[in-house]
């Protein structure tokens, strides 16, 4: 499944700018970032059940906001954008 992960994690505190690392680091271990707080995944339901308890954890509910959107799987389509372009088709072969 792809999933969209926006987050908006208070960092006007030390413990906030931590969580924002910590919430960071767990979604870049299962997709690729595609603005500052805005990650792009492709997931099988038990690594999106897994990242979504990570993220659970890590947060502070009174302060923090994570939003999970479940995307079409023709997601080249549905997405345009202008500028720079940062993100790859996990899809598709990657070559290094």
Known sequence: MRILITYDVETTSPAGQKRLRKVAKACVNYGQRVQ???????????????????LEDIIDEERDSIRFYHLSAH?????QSIGKVTSYNPEEPLLI
């Open 36 to 54: 500052n707080s805005v990650f792009e995944c492709l997931l099988t339901q038990v690594e999106y059940l897994k990242l979504r308890s990570q």
């Open 75 to 79: 997601l080249d389509k549905a997405v």
